[in-house]
Structures are given as structure tokens and as C-alpha cells.
């Protein structure tokens, strides 16, 4: 009601300054008035964001800006929907060379991670990335055991989806020192600031739609983002020729506590709004025991995988994504750079065929 409220006040108050200079054209703050109204209501809702974390959280900085280029696509991830825009491999922005592009805003989405949103080469146009495909990203610093800058290159997933123009979205978690370039996107690189990125051929994982009747979905940590990537071409809306056959899909997600979940919000939405096509479900392994939480704990297990996900004797129809930490391909599948799938899954009877280690 609030929200409702302040819209119609900003619309009120345009309408009487548009009367206002018809009535005298000299008036010339005009301009400058309508853009403090539109850039108060984007105010609103990055602050309704704020009051939602924690106490210690909200005491970090927050830098923040807003660009005429930026998208409008939402930056609150449980306003974002599921979309299926799909592009054929070598259309994106990024090429094999390292290009520079600034920092255009960054939101708290967690109490250890945030949403950053950066520029593109060329403004007018989206990302046009592959899915599911990363891009590199790198940056010039300070290792302070070497005392010598250098050049830090890590790979990164975008969540945003091509019909966002101008910009791309990244959700990063912020490991404070043993981060490296994750601490300085998160909390050292100003708004307005430029990293460099790049997407070479190799960077193009399994590509959609997909022909898989069921999948199952296994991701660790940040290893959520190529699973959200996938998630839009699955469940969003889109052309008929992209449209993947998949009748379910089911995610096991695995985060230390509740404040780890990365896009939780938008994963629930997601499965509500795609009932009876799309499961996620959280496994935490270091929540409170008197906390709220009433879903499944522990680790991603013989016992959880056998009971959510598609089982190995539907052949063909069934495929599984793994995507976290190395601890978890070993334990799960085997390490991600061996198509031989041991591990839990390989205990299983799940075949190379219908295991894909991102």
C-alpha cells in the first residue's frame, strides 16, 4: 500500500509540473525534477531491500548509482521471472579479448553475498551469451605475500538472461580474504569502477534447450548460478523453438545456514509458480538446531539423491547437473575434469551420459 501510495503521489506531482510548464515554458527545472521522481522511487525500492538484512549487515557500504543506460530488468531477485531467450553460440558481447566495462550498481542479497550489475560493450544491445555458458572475468591486484600487483582472472556465471539490455547481472559471494577478486567486486571496486571480461569456446557448457524429460539438479554455494542460467531456459517463457522438453526438474541445493542461500527467494517463486515442474530444495548444514528452518539438513547424500532426484534407470530421459565446490564432485560424481563418473552417483548407477560436471 505504501509503495501504491508514493507511485501515485511521484504521477500526481509530474502532472502538476507538466501543467505547470505548459502554463510558463521558462520554467527549466522541470527536467531535473522529474528525474529526482524517478530516481525516488528506485530509492524506495532499494531501501524496502535494506530493511530485510541483518543488523551487522546493514552497517557495511553500499555504493550505488543509477544510469540513464541501465536496464530496467529487476534488481530485487524475487521480482525477477524465469525468461527463455536463447542465442546460438558466438553472438556474444564479449570476445576472446579482454574488454573493460564499469560497475553500474550493486545490491546486498544475502548477509555474505550481492547483485552486481554491470555494463556492456555496447549499451544498446544485450549480453547475447550462449546458455549455459561463464565468462572471465580479471582485474589487476595487490597480492600482498608477493608485494606486486597482479592480474586475477576467475570465471563467473551470469544470472541475467538476454533480454536484458545494456547490462548483465552476476550473483557473487563475498569469501572476505580468501576471496581475492570476489572481496574486491563485493567491496573494494567503486560504482562506476571497470573490470575486464572475456568469453572464449570453452567457456560454453551443455548447451539448451534440453532434450531431457527429467533433470535433476545438485549445486553447492555459488555453484548456483550456471543452475539458475539453466533454470531460465527451462522454465521461462520464450519462443517454441527454445523450448526445452523437460517435464520436471528438481534442485537439491546445498549452503552452510539460511544466510548462504543464494536466490532463495527467486528459487521459491520460481517452484510456486511452476508447480508440479519445478522442486528446490534446500540442504543446510550448519543451521541452528533451534532455528525455524524445517527443510532438510545435513549434506547432499546417497539418501537425499535417491529420494528427490530422477533415478538412473530412465536412460536417455534423465540427466543430472552438478556445479560447487571440488569437495562435492569428489564426494558426488568424481572430479569435474574426468567424464567417469564415480562418487555417490557413479554408486548409483548414473552413466557419463547423464552426469554433466559444470
Given at each position: 500500500m505504501q509503495k501504491r501510495q508514493i507511485i501515485a503521489e511521484s504521477e500526481s506531482t509530474k502532472s502538476e509540473l507538466q501543467k505547470a510548464f505548459n502554463h510558463?515554458?521558462?520554467?527549466?527545472?522541470?527536467?531535473?525534477?522529474?528525474?529526482?521522481?524517478?530516481?525516488?522511487?528506485?530509492?524506495?525500492?532499494?531501501?524496502?531491500?535494506?530493511?530485510?538484512?541483518?543488523?551487522?549487515?546493514?552497517?557495511?557500504?553500499?555504493?550505488?548509482?543509477?544510469?540513464?543506460?541501465?536496464?530496467?530488468?529487476?534488481?530485487?531477485?524475487?521480482d525477477r521471472p524465469a525468461i527463455c531467450n536463447l542465442v546460438p553460440p558466438g553472438r556474444c558481447q564479449f570476445t576472446p579479448t579482454f574488454q573493460s566495462v564499469p560497475l553500474l550498481d550493486r545490491i546486498p542479497v544475502s548477509g555474505t553475498s550481492y547483485l552486481l550489475r554491470f555494463g556492456l560493450p555496447d549499451g544498446s544491445k544485450p549480453m547475447d551469451l550462449t546458455t549455459c555458458a561463464c565468462i572471465l572475468a580479471s582485474a589487476e591486484l595487490m597480492d600482498t605475500e608477493k608485494g606486486e600487483m597482479v592480474d586475477v582472472i576467475r570465471p563467473y556465471t551470469p544470472i541475467s538472461a538476454n533480454d536484458q539490455v545494456g547490462s548483465f547481472d552476476l550473483l557473487i559471494k563475498d569469501y572476505g580474504e580468501n576471496g581475492f577478486l570476489s572481496k574486491y567486486m563485493c567491496e573494494d571496486l567503486?560504482?562506476?569502477?571497470?573490470?575486464?571480461?572475456?568469453?572464449?569456446?570453452?567457456?560454453?557448457?551443455?548447451?539448451?534447450?534440453?532434450?531431457?524429460?527429467?533433470?535433476?539438479?545438485?549445486?553447492?554455494?555459488?555453484?548456483?548460478?550456471?543452475?539458475?542460467?539453466a533454470l531460465h531456459a527451462i522454465l521461462g517463457d520464450g519462443p517454441a523453438d527454445q523450448k526445452s522438453v523437460t517435464e520436471e526438474v528438481t534442485l537439491l541445493y546445498g549452503s552452510r545456514n539460511k544466510d548462504d542461500i543464494l536466490g532463495g527467494e527467486m528459487l521459491q517463486k520460481w517452484a510456486g509458480s511452476h508447480d508440479g515442474k519445478f522442486k528446490h530444495v534446500d540442504v543446510l548444514s550448519n543451521e541452528p538446531i533451534d532455528s525455524s528452518y524445517a527443510g532438510e539438513r545435513g549434506f547432499v547424500d546417497k539418501e537425499k539423491i535417491v529420494k528427490y532426484l530422477p533415478p538412473p534407470s530412465l536412460g536417455d530421459d534423465v540427466i543430472i547437473f552438478v556445479c560447487g565446490p571440488p569437495i562435492m564432485y569428489k564426494l558426488l560424481c568424481g572430479?569435474?575434469?574426468?567424464?567417469?563418473?564415480t562418487g555417490i552417483l557413479g554408486e548409483l548407477g548414473y552413466t557419463a551420459k547423464q552426469v554433466f560436471k559444470f
Open positions: 510558463d515554458p521558462r520554467i527549466p527545472s522541470l527536467f531535473f525534477a522529474l528525474m529526482f521522481i524517478q530516481l525516488a522511487r528506485r530509492q524506495f525500492l532499494f531501501s524496502r531491500r535494506l530493511q530485510s538484512l541483518s543488523t551487522a549487515n546493514a552497517n557495511r557500504p553500499i555504493q550505488s548509482f543509477y544510469s540513464s543506460t541501465m536496464s530496467d530488468y529487476p534488481m530485487i531477485l524475487s567503486p560504482v562506476g569502477g571497470t573490470v575486464n571480461f572475456k568469453h572464449i569456446d570453452f567457456n560454453v557448457k551443455i548447451p539448451a534447450p534440453f532434450t531431457h524429460k527429467k533433470i535433476g539438479m545438485i549445486a553447492g554455494g555459488t555453484g548456483i548460478t550456471p543452475i539458475i542460467q572430479p569435474r575434469d574426468e567424464p567417469e563418473v
